[in-house]
């Protein structure tokens, strides 16, 4: 079974950063593809920066040129620096993988959430 260990987050002022960190365990044949979603409360869920096997990468508009999505391939790791951030980044942060299992079944996981607060 494969699980999405996300570990990052907290409180931070406005302006402040904070880094997330996310990376599968469990058997599984390769990555095709990672990222970070977020939801406030009383929102649907948005993306927040995805990317892929190929290291393409794609943003939500109102996080781009403060947030960087990056990956370590041969650690399997995905991280989003958050920087000049806002009270309205303030949600939960979930991290999803696309996975390819060792049938080459492609599956889509989350993890649990990680709670981001910006707030003076």
């Known amino acids: 079974q494969v699980q999405l260990v996300e570990s990052g987050g907290g409180s931070v002022q406005p302006g402040g950063s904070l880094r997330l960190s996310c990376a599968p365990s469990?058997?599984?044949?390769?990555?095709?593809?990672m990222g970070w979603y977020r939801q406030a409360p009383g929102k649907e869920r948005e993306v927040v920066a995805t990317?892929?096997?190929?290291?393409?990468?794609n943003y939500g508009d109102s996080v781009k040129g403060r947030f960087t999505i990056s990956s370590d391939n041969a650690r399997n790791t995905v991280w989003l620096q958050m920087n000049s951030l806002k009270p309205e980044d303030t949600a939960v942060y979930y991290c999803?993988?696309?996975?390819?299992?060792?049938?080459?079944?492609?599956?889509?996981?989350w993890g649990q959430g990680t709670q981001v607060t910006v707030s003076s």
């Open positions: 999803n993988a696309e996975l390819y299992g060792v049938g080459y079944e492609l599956k889509d996981y």
């Open positions: 469990g058997i599984f044949f390769s990555i095709n593809a």
């Open positions: 990317i892929s096997s190929d290291g393409s990468t």
